[in-house]
């Protein structure tokens, strides 16, 4: 039983990961040509990669897919946090003001 309530509750992060992927999306078009439009390229895409790995877990945990596919799970998270992270820098570096010193 145990199984089924953290796969309802990867199957509900999932579907955030898709509304957040759609609003992305939505400010990756908004900012196209101009100078939010790289970070936005890298950061836009992110959550399909979360909602996949998510979705992998709703399977394992649900018994549906075997339990190697774990490895799947875990790496497609930790591409989204590289993303995550390297969309924030290059956001910064956009954002920031450069002074002279």
Request: cysteine-free.
């Given at each position: 039983m145990a199984?089924?309530?953290?796969?309802?509750?990867d199957f509900v992060a999932v579907l955030f990961a898709l509304g957040l992927f759609a609003y992305a999306f939505k400010l990756f078009r908004t900012f196209r040509g101009g100078i939010m439009h790289t970070p936005f390229k890298i950061l836009a895409p992110a959550p399909l990669l979360f909602a996949v790995g998510e979705f992998v877990d709703v399977l394992v945990s649900l018994g549906l897919a075997s339990?190697?596919?774990g490895v799947i799970h875990i790496s497609l998270e930790v591409l989204f946090i590289v993303a995550l992270f390297v969309g924030f820098y290059k956001f910064s570096k956009v954002w920031t003001i450069k002074t002279k010193a």
């Amino acid at each position: 039983m145990a199984e089924v309530g953290e796969a309802l509750v990867d199957f509900v992060a999932v579907l955030f990961a898709l509304g957040l992927f759609a609003y992305a999306f939505k400010l990756f078009r908004t900012f196209r040509g101009g100078i939010m439009h790289t970070p936005f390229k890298i950061l836009a895409p992110a959550p399909l990669l979360f909602a996949v790995g998510e979705f992998v877990d709703v399977l394992v945990s649900l018994g549906l897919a075997s339990d190697p596919l774990g490895v799947i799970h875990i790496s497609l998270e930790v591409l989204f946090i590289v993303a995550l992270f390297v969309g924030f820098y290059k956001f910064s570096k956009v954002w920031t003001i450069k002074t002279k010193a």
